[in-house]
């Protein structure tokens, strides 16, 4: 089998729906002109997130077999980088000889590479790779990878934006009444706010708490908003919530902060999902920087590579959650022993009840451009169906939110 032909669409960051727009704290709050805190600049994200939100790659073979994959998050570079670089290298190639093409890619790369969107582009066509080799045996990429380890799998519910907290409570409690055992919040302020952000952080863990009790597990997402000091004094205030985890609190280039903030501090700590390939992470884990490692495969070096980090995690005795719970993340975590559970994000109540009464608003979401996102049930995701990575593409909607 050769590969014939590799094509990348750029996907507007418009798919991913409003969510991009509610209050949260940020690695850019920071900026008076990119902080959304108050909710009063709801055009703060998406004025720096760019407007290209994912980029679809398809690698076609002479076998009639097309592969499938995406990058995320960093421009219409990934695109470039594919069709001036990364095409050259493997068109003409043999599909299934996916650790010598990483390789080829990774060092072809190297000088304007490492990280970001470059490993962007490769984890994209490794995963259209990965999905290639599924289809040609007709069987689930999970299958290759050893067999599932359990039926299903464990989610957590990954959105509770703090819009108000009324709001907040009610939708724990829908996430709860679900299933689900463990779900995410986002805090709001960073110490541009002061003490009375600190505050207001503080009560947003303590209203999801009040509202779920104490059997359910919380963790909150600090999105590289927080300074080293501040997140120590936040981390004091949120030890009596028993939180799962605190995500990303400080820069992921500042490693010896984020060790000092995990030694400050019994909450867990976690991040991992703006990190790139195994050396990425290596360094995290001997430098002691996280308690669970969220690596996302559109971002951090595709399955292959990801493989290389659980092992390498698994010997640190760090779980890995991986940032997002689109289907490669599923076969990935379906087949692994380190991976304890995904990420899922469910559509509010109030969400939906807000699309249905704007009729001039889109109802869009992180998964619009497939045709078969993964769909929780009693707080687990059934393994994926479908040879390959299990992912269909909505040309629909592709075309619909496509951009140049």
Same mark, same amino acid.
């Given at each position: 089998?050769?590969?014939?032909?590799?094509?990348?669409?750029?996907?507007?960051?418009?798919?991913?729906?409003?969510?991009?727009?509610?209050?949260?704290?940020?690695?850019?709050?920071?900026?008076?002109?990119?902080?959304? @805190?108050?909710?009063?600049?709801?055009? $703060?994200?998406? +004025?720096?997130? !760019?407007?290209?939100? =994912?980029?679809? #790659?398809?690698?076609?073979?002479?076998?009639?077999?097309?592969?499938?994959?995406?990058?995320?998050?960093?421009?219409?570079?990934?695109?470039?980088?594919?069709?001036?670089?990364?095409?050259?290298?493997?068109?003409?190639?043999?599909?299934?000889?996916?650790?010598?093409?990483?390789?080829?890619?990774?060092?072809?790369?190297?000088?304007?590479?490492?990280?970001?969107?470059?490993?962007? @582009?490769?984890?994209?066509?490794?995963? $259209?790779?990965? +999905?290639?080799? !599924?289809?040609?045996? =007709?069987?689930? #990429?999970?299958?290759?990878?050893?067999?599932?380890?359990?039926?299903?799998?464990?989610?957590?519910?990954?959105?509770?934006?703090?819009?108000?907290?009324?709001?907040?409570?009610?939708?724990?409690?829908?996430?709860?009444?679900?299933?689900?055992?463990?779900?995410?919040?986002?805090?709001?302020?960073?110490?541009?706010?002061?003490?009375?952000?600190?505050?207001?952080?503080?009560?947003?863990?303590?209203?999801?708490?009040?509202?779920?009790?104490? +059997?359910?597990?919380?963790?909150?997402?600090?999105?590289?908003?927080?300074?080293?000091?501040?997140?120590?004094?936040?981390?004091?205030?949120?030890?009596?919530?028993?939180?799962?985890?605190?995500?990303?609190?400080?820069?992921?280039?500042?490693?010896?902060?984020?060790?000092?903030?995990?030694?400050?501090?019994?909450?867990?700590?976690?991040?991992?999902?703006?990190?790139?390939?195994?050396?990425?992470?290596?360094?995290?884990?001997?430098?002691?920087?996280?308690?669970?490692?969220?690596?996302?495969?559109?971002?951090?070096?595709?399955?292959?590579?990801?493989?290389?980090?659980?092992?390498?995690?698994?010997?640190?005795?760090?779980?890995?959650?991986?940032?997002?719970?689109?289907?490669?993340?599923?076969?990935?975590?379906?087949?692994?022993?380190?991976?304890?559970?995904?990420?899922?994000?469910?559509?509010?109540?109030?969400?939906?009840?807000?699309?249905?009464?704007?009729?001039?608003?889109?109802?869009?979401?992180?998964?619009?451009?497939?045709?078969?996102?993964?769909?929780?049930?009693?707080?687990?995701?059934?393994?994926?169906?479908?040879?390959?990575?299990?992912?269909?593409?909505?040309?629909?909607?592709?075309?619909?939110?496509?951009?140049?």
């Amino acid at each position: 089998m050769q590969i014939t032909n590799i094509s990348a669409t750029n996907v507007s960051s418009d798919s991913w729906g409003e969510f991009v727009e509610f209050p949260l704290v940020t690695v850019m709050s920071k900026f008076e002109e990119y902080n959304n @805190a108050d909710g009063d600049n709801p055009q $703060a994200r998406r +004025d720096w997130m !760019g407007p290209v939100g =994912d980029v679809v #790659v398809e690698v076609e073979t002479d076998a009639g077999i097309t592969g499938v994959g995406h990058g995320n998050w960093a421009t219409g570079a990934i695109s470039t980088i594919v069709d001036e670089t990364l095409s050259k290298l493997i068109v003409g190639e043999d599909p299934h000889e996916r650790e010598r093409l990483w390789d080829m890619m990774y060092r072809a790369t190297i000088p304007f590479g490492r990280k970001g969107a470059a490993i962007e @582009a490769i984890s994209a066509v490794d995963l $259209a790779l990965w +999905d290639i080799a !599924g289809k040609e045996v =007709d069987k689930p #990429v999970y299958e290759l990878l050893g067999g599932p380890v359990d039926e299903e799998i464990p989610a957590y519910a990954s959105n509770l934006h703090p819009v108000d907290h009324e709001t907040l409570a009610e939708e724990a409690v829908e996430y709860a009444e679900a299933g689900f055992d463990a779900m995410k919040l986002r805090f709001r302020y960073g110490p541009e706010a002061g003490r009375k952000g600190m505050a207001e952080n503080e009560a947003i863990v303590e209203t999801v708490r009040d509202a779920v009790g104490d +059997d359910l597990a919380i963790a909150g997402d600090a999105y590289m908003g927080w300074s080293v000091r501040y997140a120590k004094k936040m981390l004091g205030r949120l030890e009596r919530y028993d939180m799962e985890w605190v995500e990303e609190p400080v820069i992921p280039d500042d490693l010896d902060g984020y060790a000092a903030v995990r030694e400050s501090s019994s909450v867990p700590i976690s991040g991992g999902e703006h990190e790139f390939t195994r050396w990425g992470y290596k360094e995290m884990l001997e430098r002691g920087a996280v308690d669970i490692l969220q690596p996302d495969v559109h971002r951090c070096g595709g399955l292959t590579d990801m493989l290389k980090v659980d092992a390498m995690a698994s010997t640190y005795d760090v779980p890995v959650i991986p940032h997002s719970g689109t289907n490669p993340h599923l076969h990935f975590i379906a087949a692994s022993t380190n991976a304890p559970m995904a990420e899922y994000f469910p559509i509010p109540e109030w969400y939906k009840a807000r699309q249905e009464e704007a009729d001039d608003r889109e109802s869009t979401y992180a998964d619009a451009i497939y045709d078969n996102p993964p769909d929780a049930n009693g707080g687990t995701i059934p393994l994926p169906e479908g040879p390959g990575i299990s992912a269909t593409l909505n040309r629909k909607a592709l075309d619909h939110f496509s951009i140049d």
